[in-house]
Nanobody, 120 residues
Framework: QVQLVESGGGLVQPGGSLRLSCAAS????????MGWYRQAPGKQRELVAA???????NYADSVKGRFTIARDNAKNTVSLQMNSLKPEDTAEYYC??????????????WGQGTQVTVSS
């Protein structure tokens, strides 16, 4: 059984910063790409940032220059440093990871989500 557990969401004023963390645990052989998605009310879930096992990153245009994704392969964790937050960043943020766990091969796993609210 594999679990992704997120932490670090909350309420922040515009221009502020938050750091999200996600830890993968369970029967893990290897982790390929890891990433963060978000879903605002009434909108589809969208990719925010992703990082490969080799450290190559990809960002949504809306967060480039403000958000930074990083991972610790030894600890099976991924983080998202969010700076210069805007009200439009308000959403439920979800951790995602492609994990090889036992004989079933690689599949995607999701965390439970953590709420980020940017408001004055």
């Amino acid at each position: 059984q594999v679990q992704l557990v997120e932490s670090g969401g909350g309420l922040v004023q515009p221009g502020g910063s938050l750091r999200l963390s996600c830890a993968a645990s369970g029967s893990i052989f290897s982790i390929n790409a890891m990433g963060w998605y978000r879903q605002a009310p009434g909108k589809q879930r969208e990719l925010v940032a992703a990082i490969t096992s080799g450290g190559r990153t990809n960002y949504a245009d809306s967060v480039k220059g403000r958000f930074t994704i990083a991972r610790d392969n030894a600890k099976n964790t991924v983080s998202l440093q969010m700076n210069s937050l805007k009200p439009e960043d308000t959403a439920e943020y979800y951790c995602n990871a492609h994990i090889a766990s036992g004989p079933s091969g690689v599949r995607g796993y999701w965390g439970q989500g953590t709420q980020v609210t940017v408001s004055s």
